[in-house]
């Protein structure tokens, strides 16, 4: 009995480095960044968590809904243009705010000085005639009033080629945003190969993605690092209401984005 006793009061004593749990609405978000400070880490994945396209199209919920018509052109695609495609409703030139808080959110934090940073899996080479995607995606997080310079914990360019590589691009980071360049590096990997370039190991990092895998390797990768591991599996996706749109406009715009995917696997002999 004592013995048991022991072993579960030392089970209690010990840290505990990770925790996911599912979140609706950044209001929820915000409950649990309210405990951090300045050795806290704090990263927003942007694609379907900070972000949606404005094209009917490409949301969510459409795509569900055209489930027959989606799936004539998905069986047309490789593995890599499927990920081109992904890219391209990332670099969808008018996003807008999946849920209106968000913006609050992240001002409130950079108003505290905590490290506050973005996180995508977005292609990190040329595309088309987008040459510097960084850039590019922080011009329309701006647009949208969010800008992660403000507190990164560091404003140098870094290009993390010891990583994988995947269609001529490494994983990147400057202006407060990190290219995981892809799924061939998982975020956690990126994110650690990140801390080690700038020489900081937060106390605490805190993760929001959409993408419970990604949040998964962050768990594992901080676990690693002994980094206490707050992780958000960040569902408001399922209850965004799409804007309405025609089956025949749905399939004019997947047929675009068809045709770009092809144009830019030539445009990387692939």
Request: proline share 5%; hydrophobic share 40%.
């Amino acid at each position: 009995m004592y013995k048991a006793l022991f072993l579960s009061l030392t089970l209690l004593c010990q840290p505990i480095f990770g925790e996911i749990t599912q979140m609706k609405n950044m209001k929820q978000v915000e409950a649990l960044c309210n405990q951090a400070d300045r050795d806290t880490l704090v990263i927003f994945d942007i694609d379907m968590t900070l972000t949606i396209p404005t094209n009917p199209a490409l949301q969510m919920p459409n795509v569900k809904m055209y489930k027959s018509r989606f799936k004539k052109y998905k069986a047309l695609w490789s593995k890599d243009q499927k990920t081109i495609i992904t890219n391209f409703i990332g670099l969808n030139n008018s996003p807008k705010l999946l849920d209106p808080h968000t913006k609050l959110l992240i001002k409130s934090l950079q108003r505290r000085n905590i490290p506050t940073i973005a996180l995508t899996a977005t292609l990190a080479g040329p595309i088309l005639d987008i040459q510097d995607v960084i850039s590019y995606r922080d011009d329309l997080l701006k647009k949208l009033d969010i800008d992660f310079s403000v507190t990164s914990p560091s404003q140098d360019y870094f290009i993390f080629d010891d990583l994988l590589p995947y269609l001529g691009g490494y994983p990147q980071t400057k202006k407060g945003i990190i290219l995981a360049n892809g799924e061939k590096n998982m975020k956690g990997v990126v994110l650690t190969r990140f801390l080690e370039a700038i020489d900081w190991t937060p106390q605490k990092v805190i993760f929001i993605d959409d993408d419970l895998s990604q949040v998964e390797s962050m768990e594992n990768s901080m676990g690693k690092l002994g980094v206490q591991f707050e992780g958000v599996h960040f569902r408001a996706i399922d209850d965004f209401v799409a804007d309405k749109i025609s089956p025949e406009d749905f399939d004019v715009e997947w047929e675009n984005l068809h045709l770009l995917s092809i144009e830019v696997m030539r445009e990387k002999n692939l």
